[in-house]
């Protein structure tokens, strides 16, 4: 279980910045973040499928007699811990891609907005998803997948398939003078490899204070994450682990919802507070 627990991070400190440099010189028709989200959220969804239906493709593929009889945990356990790994990849240019292209299309004045509703967003969908996985699915919508883990793998497709479409189909992506200028100037592999290791201590001070406080909180979340999944699995009481892990979720959604909204209020006070000086300023001079 640590093992694939790490596929998240390693993806994320690997891929996602990867994948931002590679749509940052696409040029799709379709724009530079859509065809990664898109492509992100096909793979994320046959990866979902595929986890929840892993012990019926073991089976199939069981009754050609390829497999020998003693091997069917086995082999099911690898193929879920392969189908997990794709979609750990397949998130990084879903999650790249809309947070991309929130700062492309928001006008500056409304980004901490966006972001403080994104976050809002993300935090109901969590508790939303504790509290799905804490009914009985299977008594309600058995013919979606029988067991609770596929219902629960079909219902997160069909969100995930409907948001992506409805965010691809009505945000607008312009293409900027940058992109034209630099159709001729496209990095290979190995570069885009060599600027990602070398990138860290050319960004500024303050952007780098940024990342190590990402990294460092992110050291503090994963075991919490890794431990709190282990409990709800060992725990008899899986109703209480349940609760407690939905009232973690709701508390870390409605305080960060909070603090961002804070954050929103202080910053356009704040530009206020610097249009109000540059008037009076020019009204001195």
């Given at each position: 279980?640590?093992?694939?627990?790490?596929?998240?991070?390693?993806?994320?400190?690997?891929?996602?910045?990867?994948?931002?440099?590679?749509?940052?010189?696409?040029?799709?028709?379709?724009?530079?973040?859509?065809?990664?989200?898109?492509?992100?959220?096909?793979?994320?969804?046959?990866?979902?499928?595929?986890?929840?239906?892993?012990?019926?493709?073991?089976?199939?593929?069981?009754?050609?007699?390829?497999?020998?009889?003693?091997?069917?945990?086995?082999?099911?356990?690898?193929?879920?811990?392969?189908?997990?790994?794709?979609?750990?990849?397949?998130i990084?240019?879903?999650?790249?891609?809309?947070?991309a292209?929130?700062?492309?299309?928001?006008?500056?004045?409304?980004l901490?907005?966006a972001?403080?509703?994104?976050?809002?967003?993300?935090?109901?969908?969590?508790?939303?998803?504790?509290?799905?996985?804490?009914?009985?699915l299977?008594?309600?919508?058995?013919?979606?997948?029988?067991?609770?883990?596929?219902i629960?793998?079909?219902?997160?497709?069909?969100?995930?398939?409907?948001?992506?479409?409805?965010?691809?189909?009505?945000?607008?992506?312009?293409?900027?003078?940058?992109?034209?200028?630099?159709?001729?100037?496209?990095?290979?592999?190995?570069?885009?490899?060599?600027?990602?290791?070398?990138?860290?201590?050319?960004?500024?001070?303050?952007?780098?204070?940024?990342?190590?406080?990402?990294?460092?909180?992110?050291?503090?979340?994963?075991?919490?994450?890794?431990?709190i999944?282990?409990?709800?699995?060992?725990?008899?009481?899986?109703?209480?682990?349940?609760?407690?892990?939905?009232?973690?979720?709701?508390?870390?959604?409605?305080?960060?919802s909070?603090?961002?909204?804070c954050?929103?209020?202080?910053?356009?006070?704040?530009?206020?507070?610097?249009?109000?000086?540059?008037?009076?300023?020019?009204?001195?001079?």
């Amino acid at each position: 279980m640590a093992l694939t627990w790490v596929a998240g991070p390693i993806c994320g400190a690997t891929l996602q910045p990867y994948f931002g440099i590679c749509s940052e010189q696409c040029r799709s028709r379709w724009g530079r973040r859509r065809p990664f989200i898109l492509w992100g959220g096909l793979i994320a969804i046959v990866s979902l499928l595929g986890l929840a239906w892993a012990e019926g493709i073991t089976a199939a593929v069981w009754k050609l007699g390829i497999l020998p009889e003693h091997s069917f945990v086995q082999i099911t356990a690898l193929i879920a811990v392969f189908f997990i790994f794709t979609l750990n990849v397949a998130i990084q240019p879903i999650q790249g891609g809309l947070r991309a292209l929130v700062v492309d299309v928001c006008p500056r004045e409304q980004l901490e907005l966006a972001n403080a509703w994104v976050g809002r967003l993300t935090s109901i969908s969590n508790v939303l998803s504790y509290l799905a996985a804490f009914e009985d699915l299977s008594r309600w919508i058995p013919w979606l997948g029988g067991s609770q883990f596929r219902i629960l793998c079909v219902l997160t497709s069909i969100t995930l398939i409907l948001s992506l479409m409805l965010t691809c189909l009505t945000v607008r992506e312009e293409r900027l003078r940058s992109d034209i200028e630099a159709d001729k100037e496209r990095e290979t592999v190995a570069e885009r490899l060599w600027y990602l290791c070398t990138a860290f201590p050319r960004l500024p001070r303050q952007v780098r204070r940024v990342c190590l406080v990402q990294f460092f909180s992110w050291m503090g979340w994963f075991p919490f994450l890794y431990y709190i999944t282990l409990y709800g699995f060992l725990s008899t009481r899986t109703g209480s682990s349940l609760i407690s892990s939905f009232a973690g979720t709701l508390e870390t959604s409605v305080s960060l919802s909070w603090f961002r909204e804070c954050y929103a209020k202080q910053a356009k006070q704040a530009q206020i507070s610097n249009a109000h000086m540059v008037q009076v300023t020019r009204r001195v001079v």
